[in-house]
C-alpha cells in the first residue's frame, strides 16, 4: 500500500544520486582490472596464430570500454541533477536544461549494474508523471545523450573497430602479428561475420599446410603458403615454391583399374603387346606403346570346383538321453472312515458282507422288526423297562403331566419305522 501514497522526495533522491556515483566508480575499477587479464589472452591467441578467436574475444572488450564510458558519463550526469536538487524541487515541470540528463538517468536504469539508478528513475517518475516516464524509456523525441545511447546499445561494434583493437594489443604486448584480409567485409563500417576457420589447423596426417590461404600473401620459397603473382625469379617472382590454394589436381591420386570380371567356368588371361591394342575399345589412334596391360577374357573351361560336401564336416552326434522306466502307476489313498457305534441287535458291515446278499437283507427285515416291537409294547413307569425284554430295552419317556396321545394315533418314530419296513419288504 506504500506506492499508492508515495510521493517525490528530494530527501530521497540525493542520497541515491550519490550512492549511483560510487557505484559507477566500483563498477569502472572492476571492468577495468578484467580488460586487462581479457588483453594478454587476446594477445597469446595471436601469438599462436589462432586470430579468428581472437577477434572473438576482442569483441568482449570493446564492449567492456564502451560501458566504462558511459558509466563515466552517467556518474557527470548524477553529479549535475544532484548540485541542481533545489530547482527540481521547486520548478512543477523538468526544466529545459536538466532534461537530457533527467531523461538520461531513467533511459539507462534498466541498462546498467547499478540499482541506485533504478531508484532515481522511480524518483523521477514520481515528481513528473507516468507519461514523462515512458517518453523517456522510449527516447522520444530524441532526448537521450547521443553517446550513451551508442555505448549502451546492442549493436556488435565494426570490423574496423576490431582490426584496430587487435593491433593496439599487439603493439602493447609485443606480439609479432600482420592482420591478414582473410574473413573480413569488404566494408569496414559493417559488422565482423561469422568465422569460416581459417585460422584452425588442417589434420597433421593429410600433408596440407596452410591451404586456406589467398594467392599472394606471401613471398616465395620452397613449398611456403604464398606463392609470388608471377615473373622470374630475378624480378622477385615465386622462387620454386608454388603459392595460392592448393588445386584438386595437386593432391589427385590416379585411381586403379578394377579387375576384368570372369563369369563362372572361364578363366581370365592377361594380353600384353600388339594385341593388347586391338582388345581395347575407344583407344583409336592411341599408340600401342602407350596402351596399358589389358586383361582379355578367353573361354577355356576350368575344373569344377570340389563337391561342397566332401568340406562341409559332418555335423556333430548328439548323444540321446537312456530311455527312462515306464513310472509305476500311483495308488489312489481312499480315505479311512472311522468305526461306527454299533446298534443293539443289528450285525455290522463285515458280518454282513460275510453272510451273502440274503444274509444281509434277512437280517435287516429282524432288526427292524425289532424295533417296531419296541415301539409297539405298552410303557412301563418311569425307570422300568419292558419285560418282554429282559430289561435290555429303553423304554420311551413319560409323557408330560395332561398331554395324552390321541388313540390310535402313533407317534412320528413309528411312522418312520414302519415305512422303512415296508420299503425293504417291497
Request: aromatic share 6%; charged share 20%; net charge negative.
Amino acid at each position: 500500500m506504500d506506492f499508492l501514497f508515495a510521493r517525490f522526495s528530494p530527501d530521497k533522491l540525493k542520497p541515491y544520486l550519490k550512492m549511483a556515483v560510487h557505484r559507477f566508480g566500483i563498477l569502472t575499477n572492476k571492468k577495468t582490472n578484467l580488460i586487462k587479464q581479457d588483453k594478454r589472452e587476446i594477445a597469446e591467441l595471436l601469438r599462436n596464430g589462432k586470430e579468428e578467436k581472437a577477434r572473438i574475444k576482442v569483441e568482449h572488450v570493446i564492449r567492456q570500454d564502451f560501458t566504462i564510458e558511459a558509466y563515466e558519463i552517467l556518474e557527470l550526469l548524477c553529479e549535475l541533477v544532484h548540485e541542481r536538487m533545489r530547482l527540481i524541487a521547486h520548478e512543477q515541470d523538468c526544466p529545459a536544461d536538466l532534461k537530457e540528463a533527467i531523461c538520461t538517468l531513467i533511459w539507462s536504469a534498466q541498462r546498467t549494474e547499478c540499482p541506485e539508478l533504478t531508484e532515481v528513475a522511480k524518483q523521477f517518475k514520481l515528481k513528473y508523471g507516468k507519461e514523462f516516464y515512458e517518453r523517456a524509456m522510449a527516447n522520444w523525441p530524441l532526448c537521450v545523450n547521443d553517446r550513451v545511447l551508442h555505448k549502451l546499445s546492442i549493436h556488435p561494434p565494426t570490423a574496423y573497430l576490431i582490426q584496430q583493437y587487435l593491433l593496439r594489443i599487439a603493439q602493447e604486448y609485443q606480439v609479432d602479428w600482420t592482420p591478414t584480409e582473410v574473413g573480413l567485409p569488404e566494408d569496414e563500417a559493417s559488422t565482423m561475420p561469422a568465422p569460416s576457420g581459417f585460422s584452425v589447423p588442417v589434420a597433421g596426417g593429410s600433408g596440407i599446410v596452410d591451404p586456406y590461404y589467398s594467392a599472394g600473401s606471401g613471398g616465395g620459397g620452397d613449398g611456403g603458403h604464398g606463392g609470388g603473382g608471377g615473373g622470374d625469379k630475378d624480378n622477385g617472382g615465386g622462387g620454386d615454391g608454388g603459392g595460392g590454394i592448393p588445386t584438386l589436381e595437386a593432391f589427385a591420386v590416379n585411381p586403379r583399374p578394377p579387375p576384368a570380371y570372369s563369369p563362372p567356368g572361364v578363366s581370365a588371361v592377361p594380353v600384353s603387346g600388339p594385341a593388347a591394342s586391338e582388345a581395347v575399345v575407344g583407344n583409336v589412334g592411341t599408340p600401342a606403346a602407350d596402351i596399358p596391360e589389358v586383361t582379355v577374357i578367353s573361354a577355356t573351361p576350368q575344373e569344377p570346383p570340389p563337391a561342397i560336401e566332401s568340406q562341409v564336416p559332418p555335423a556333430p552326434t548328439i548323444p540321446q538321453p537312456p530311455a527312462s522306466a515306464p513310472a509305476a502307476p500311483v495308488e489312489e489313498e481312499h480315505p479311512v472312515l472311522p468305526n461306527l457305534p454299533s446298534v443293539p441287535g443289528m450285525s455290522s458291515p463285515g458280518q454282513a458282507a460275510a453272510g451273502g446278499g440274503s444274509g444281509s437283507a434277512g437280517s435287516l427285515e429282524e432288526d427292524m422288526a425289532a424295533r417296531l416291537e419296541r415301539l409297539t409294547a405298552p410303557r412301563g413307569g418311569h425307570g422300568g423297562g419292558s419285560g418282554d425284554n429282559g430289561g435290555g430295552a429303553v423304554g420311551l419317556p413319560p409323557a408330560a403331566p395332561g398331554a395324552e396321545s390321541a388313540p390310535g394315533k402313533p407317534s412320528s418314530d413309528y411312522e418312520d419305522l414302519m415305512a422303512r419296513f415296508n420299503q425293504l419288504k417291497s
